[in-house]
């Protein structure tokens, strides 16, 4: 069963930074384009990185771009969301999503997570 794991959300302060993992279970990610996504209360989900398969080409939604940073292990068959300078408007659940489509883009993927809240408050 292919499944896709998200952890290391929790509560942060501010400026503070946090790193999400997305972990594959029942396939290799190795040839799959990762994405980060997230759904903040009472707004659409939004996508905020992807990474393609061979880690090549990596792309950011503007509202991350200098923060966030995505890459991937496929030893590990991991994909990993380094957030730094966070910010309140940051807070969302967070879902990593795999497709085979090779271009790096934020929408149409195939297999999605459940999903780790990241909460940015003082």
């Known amino acids: 069963q292919l499944q896709l794991v998200e952890s290391g959300g929790g509560l942060v302060q501010p400026g503070g930074s946090l790193r999400l993992s997305c972990a594959a279970s029942?396939?290799?990610?190795?040839?799959?384009?990762v994405g980060w996504f997230r759904q903040a209360p009472g707004k659409e989900r939004e996508g905020v990185s992807c990474i393609s398969s061979s880690g090549g080409s990596t792309n950011y939604a503007d509202s991350v771009k200098g923060r966030f940073t995505i890459s991937r292990d496929n030893a590990k068959n991991t994909v990993y969301l380094q957030m730094n300078s966070l910010k309140p408007e940051d807070t969302a659940v967070y879902y990593c999503?795999?497709?085979?489509?090779?271009?790096?883009?934020?929408?149409?993927?195939?297999?999605w997570g459940q999903g780790t809240q990241v909460t940015v408050s003082s």
């Open positions: 999503a795999a497709t085979l489509f090779a271009v790096c883009r934020l929408y149409e993927y195939d297999y």
């Open positions: 029942g396939f290799t990610l190795d040839y799959y384009t």
